[in-house]
Each structure stands twice: as structure tokens, then as C-alpha cells.
């Protein structure tokens, strides 16, 4: 068993207080990055799906750095590794400010996505799930989710205040600066993580990928979560410019993603508490079936701002509402040793889902000048997406069973 330094010298809440503000602050900017997308590509002269491939490349690349931060963080510990990314992510966001080609914003988009790769949910979410006692494990992730969800709250009212007041490029210099304010929070949570002696064996990192990758139900969950990243990364960075070709006002978009970060608060709580009362992989199920289900609206009810917005609302309850039984799954299988390298790897198909959710829907728009085929096939990935979870084995591995079975 595995846990960190400071678990002798702060407090649990403390802890997530600290990391749930560095996940909010960097979950928030990233998911209201697609307010950007009719400033920028009306000032820069290009096409939607330019715009959308640099998102894409972010949600990419956060998949891609996060085994890797990860394992970094369950190695050295998180501090470093937050530092690395906060500069990336300023880095990111200065190569926009000073954008002026389509490659431009391509390379904005690789350096924020390894910036957030090291700062998101999914790296952080091992520190705390080592320091939990198992019992407290999927409220305190659940935790994290929902400090996501406040970022997302907070930051798309205060980003779309930004950009109308001072203009797109002047609002990413302020982006910059309260990025930055993530270091110092960096400090209390350094530290090299200390193995602990327990009944489990520790694993290398090599060990812990082989036993991984012949679970067949990791693959099952890791399949499941790439539908989960097509779906978010689609609606938050395509629903403002969706709202606003529906003939909606241009506040409907923002407003409407902020209350899916306000109803995301709630699902992420009641998700961390259904352990209780329900398997996770019954309630990754039916998380992804009602997405599919909302979605439908978005095609047959009459679109006024009420509708976009009660509709948004529903779907913030099944929003980062899968991010507790996801990673509670993966410390179910397999402890928490290398939990934030191995929920990485889960992560990594999420956002190769993001990637294509955000670059699809734009190509699809710039062919069709329409969104209707994009919400058909994410009504069909979350049906599919439903079906991958529900025969999950919902168990430890045997290394994991012998030692302790609530390891």
C-alpha cells in the first residue's frame, strides 16, 4: 500500500481543499475554452474545424501526458509535476494570445493539453485516493469531481465577463495570471510519496500494467470512458456556437454550460455516495443511457433558452458524474499503488474520445452547417457505452483479494 507524506501533517479536507482548487482552476479554463471559438475564428479569418482540431489536440494531449504525469506523481509526488504543467498551460495560452495562423493554435492547444494533463482530475485524483481510507475513498473523489464542476461554474461567467469586456486576446493575459496563482499551491502537497508496509505487495510499474492489461474488465471500463470524453468535450466547446445558430442569444451557450457545472456539483456528490446502494458499473450504465436520452431533446424539443438550459441541466447530473465510479473501479481492481497512472491510462481513451468529439463536430459543421449527425452518434456511443459497462466484474484482483479484501 502506498500514501503520501503529508498525510501525517494535514488533514484530509485540507488536502482536497488544496488539490480540489488546482483541478477546479485548470478543469474550469479548460472546459470554457470554447467561448474562444467565434472571437477567434472571426478574427484570425479561418474555419470552425481549425479552431476545433487545436481544442482537440488539447483533449488529445491531456490523454496522452496523463500515464505519464501520473506515474510521475505516484513516483516523486505531485508538486513538481503541477509546476511543469502550470507553466505549459501559461505557455498555452500565450502562444493563443499571439496567435495568427491555424498552426499557431494548434501548438496553443499541445502545450495546454500537457499543461492540464498534470493539473486535471485524472493525475490528481491518486493523491487523494491514497490518502482516503478505502470507506471514504469514492466521496473523496467525488470531491475532486465536484470541484471540476465549481471551475466550470465560476470560470464561464468570469471568462465570457472577459472576453466581452477587454476583447478575446486581452482576457487570455488575465487567463495567465490567475493561472499562475496554481504554484504556490504546489508547495503543501510536494513531496515524494512514502510506501507504507502492509498484506499487499507492491508492485513496479511494469508489473502494474501487465496485471492491467489482462483484466478484460479495465478494457471494458477504459472502452466505456472514451465515449464519456467524445460526449463532454463536444458540448462544451460546440454548444455556444450550436445555441447561437439556433437563432438563441449569445448568453444562452455560457449560461447553459454554467448550469451544467452547477447540476455537475450534485451528480458528482450523489455519484460519490451511491456506492452504497448501487454497483459502479450499474451506475456508469445508466449515467451514459441518460445522456442518450437527453440528448434527443436537443434534436426533437423546440430550442428556446428555457428548453437549452433545462436540458443542460439534466445532463450536468450525468456529467463528471462518472469520474467516481471510473477511478473507484480502477482502486477496486487494482489498489492504490499506481492508482494515477492506471486511471491515466483509462483517462488517455477518454480524451482520444474528446479529440474526436471536438475535431468531428467541427468538420461535420463546416460540412453540413449542422450539428443534427453529431447528436445522433452521441446518442449511439452512450447506448454503446451503457451496454461495455454493465458486465464489468465489479472485483479485486487476485493479488489485491488474498491480501485484503477492502484494499
Given at each position: 500500500m502506498?500514501?503520501?507524506?503529508?498525510?501525517?501533517?494535514?488533514?484530509?479536507?485540507?488536502?482536497?481543499?488544496?488539490?480540489?482548487?488546482?483541478?477546479?482552476?485548470?478543469?474550469?479554463?479548460?472546459?470554457?475554452m470554447g467561448?474562444?471559438?467565434?472571437?477567434m475564428?472571426?478574427?484570425?479569418?479561418?474555419?470552425?474545424?481549425?479552431?476545433?482540431?487545436?481544442?482537440?489536440?488539447?483533449?488529445?494531449?491531456?490523454?496522452?501526458g496523463?500515464?505519464?504525469?501520473?506515474?510521475?506523481?505516484?513516483?516523486?509526488?505531485?508538486?513538481?509535476?503541477?509546476?511543469?504543467?502550470?507553466?505549459?498551460?501559461?505557455?498555452?495560452?500565450?502562444?493563443?494570445?499571439?496567435?495568427?495562423?491555424?498552426?499557431?493554435?494548434?501548438?496553443?492547444?499541445?502545450?495546454?493539453?500537457?499543461?492540464?494533463?498534470?493539473?486535471?482530475?485524472?493525475?490528481?485524483?491518486?493523491?487523494?485516493?491514497?490518502?482516503a481510507?478505502?470507506?471514504?475513498?469514492?466521496?473523496?473523489?467525488?470531491?475532486?469531481?465536484?470541484a471540476?464542476?465549481?471551475g466550470?461554474?465560476?470560470?464561464?461567467?468570469?471568462?465570457?465577463f472577459?472576453?466581452?469586456?477587454?476583447?478575446?486576446?486581452?482576457?487570455?493575459?488575465?487567463?495567465?495570471?490567475?493561472?499562475?496563482?496554481?504554484?504556490?499551491?504546489?508547495?503543501?502537497i510536494?513531496?515524494?510519496?512514502?510506501?507504507?508496509?502492509?498484506?499487499?505487495?507492491?508492485?513496479?510499474?511494469?508489473?502494474?500494467?501487465?496485471?492491467?492489461?489482462?483484466?478484460?474488465?479495465?478494457?471494458?471500463?477504459?472502452?466505456?470512458?472514451?465515449?464519456?470524453?467524445?460526449?463532454?468535450?463536444?458540448?462544451?466547446?460546440?454548444?455556444?456556437?450550436?445555441?447561437?445558430?439556433?437563432?438563441?442569444?449569445?448568453?444562452?451557450?455560457?449560461?447553459?454550460?454554467?448550469?451544467?457545472?452547477?447540476a455537475?456539483?450534485?451528480?458528482?456528490?450523489?455519484?460519490?455516495q451511491?456506492?452504497?446502494?448501487?454497483?459502479?458499473?450499474?451506475?456508469?450504465?445508466?449515467?451514459?443511457?441518460?445522456?442518450?436520452?437527453?440528448?434527443?431533446?436537443?434534436?426533437?424539443?423546440?430550442?428556446?433558452?428555457?428548453?437549452?438550459?433545462?436540458?443542460?441541466?439534466?445532463?450536468?447530473?450525468?456529467?463528471?458524474?462518472?469520474?467516481?465510479?471510473?477511478?473507484?473501479?480502477?482502486?477496486t481492481?487494482?489498489?492504490?499503488?499506481?492508482?494515477?497512472?492506471?486511471?491515466?491510462?483509462?483517462?488517455?481513451?477518454?480524451?482520444?474520445?474528446?479529440?474526436?468529439?471536438?475535431?468531428?463536430?467541427g468538420?461535420?459543421?463546416?460540412?453540413?452547417?449542422?450539428?443534427?449527425?453529431?447528436?445522433?452518434?452521441?446518442?449511439?456511443?452512450?447506448?454503446?457505452?451503457?451496454?461495455?459497462?454493465?458486465?464489468?466484474?465489479?472485483?479485486?484482483?487476485?493479488?489485491?483479494?488474498?491480501?485484503?479484501?477492502?484494499?
Amino acid at each position: 500500500m502506498q500514501t503520501s507524506s503529508q498525510k501525517s501533517v494535514m488533514p484530509l479536507w485540507l488536502l482536497i481543499v488544496i488539490v480540489g482548487t488546482i483541478v477546479g482552476v485548470s478543469m474550469g479554463r479548460s472546459q470554457s475554452m470554447g467561448l474562444y471559438l467565434q472571437p477567434m475564428t472571426s478574427a484570425l479569418n479561418v474555419g470552425r474545424e481549425a479552431f476545433a482540431l487545436s481544442i482537440a489536440f488539447t483533449q488529445l494531449l491531456m490523454g496522452v501526458g496523463a500515464p505519464f504525469s501520473g506515474a510521475l506523481i505516484d513516483t516523486f509526488g505531485a508538486g513538481r509535476v503541477i509546476v511543469a504543467c502550470v507553466l505549459a498551460t501559461i505557455a498555452g495560452l500565450f502562444v493563443m494570445y499571439a496567435a495568427t495562423t491555424p498552426s499557431d493554435l494548434v501548438i496553443s492547444g499541445i502545450l495546454m493539453g500537457i499543461g492540464v494533463s498534470g493539473t486535471g482530475v485524472t493525475s490528481l485524483v491518486g493523491t487523494i485516493g491514497r490518502l482516503a481510507p478505502p470507506e471514504k475513498r469514492m466521496s473523496a473523489i467525488a470531491s475532486i469531481g465536484m470541484a471540476a464542476g465549481i471551475g466550470t461554474f465560476i470560470s464561464l461567467p468570469v471568462m465570457h465577463f472577459l472576453i466581452e469586456f477587454v476583447g478575446w486576446q486581452q482576457s487570455l493575459l488575465w487567463l495567465m495570471a490567475i493561472t499562475a496563482l496554481l504554484i504556490p499551491l504546489a508547495w503543501p502537497i510536494g513531496g515524494k510519496p512514502v510506501r507504507v508496509e502492509g498484506p499487499v505487495r507492491s508492485q513496479t510499474l511494469r508489473e502494474a500494467l501487465a496485471e492491467a492489461f489482462r483484466h478484460p474488465s479495465f478494457w471494458l471500463l477504459t472502452a466505456g470512458f472514451f465515449v464519456c470524453g467524445f460526449h463532454v468535450a463536444f458540448i462544451v466547446v460546440h454548444l455556444p456556437a450550436f445555441a447561437v445558430d439556433q437563432g438563441l442569444p449569445s448568453w444562452v451557450g455560457p449560461f447553459a454550460l454554467s448550469v451544467v457545472g452547477i447540476a455537475n456539483i450534485i451528480g458528482t456528490y450523489l455519484a460519490g455516495q451511491s456506492g452504497r446502494f448501487i454497483e459502479k458499473r450499474r451506475l456508469l450504465s445508466l449515467i451514459y443511457f441518460a445522456r442518450s436520452v437527453i440528448f434527443l431533446g436537443f434534436l426533437f424539443l423546440p430550442l428556446t433558452p428555457t428548453v437549452v438550459i433545462m436540458l443542460c441541466g439534466l445532463l450536468g447530473i450525468f456529467w463528471l458524474s462518472t469520474i467516481p465510479p471510473t477511478s473507484g473501479l480502477v482502486a477496486t481492481f487494482f489498489g492504490t499503488q499506481w492508482m494515477s497512472m492506471l486511471f491515466g491510462f483509462v483517462f488517455l481513451s477518454h480524451q482520444v474520445g474528446s479529440f474526436l468529439g471536438v475535431w468531428l463536430a467541427g468538420r461535420l459543421f463546416d460540412l453540413t452547417k449542422s450539428y443534427e449527425a453529431m447528436w445522433w452518434i452521441s446518442i449511439a456511443l452512450g447506448l454503446i457505452s451503457a451496454l461495455l459497462n454493465w458486465p464489468i466484474k465489479e472485483r479485486p484482483v487476485a493479488r489485491i483479494a488474498a491480501a485484503s479484501p477492502n484494499a
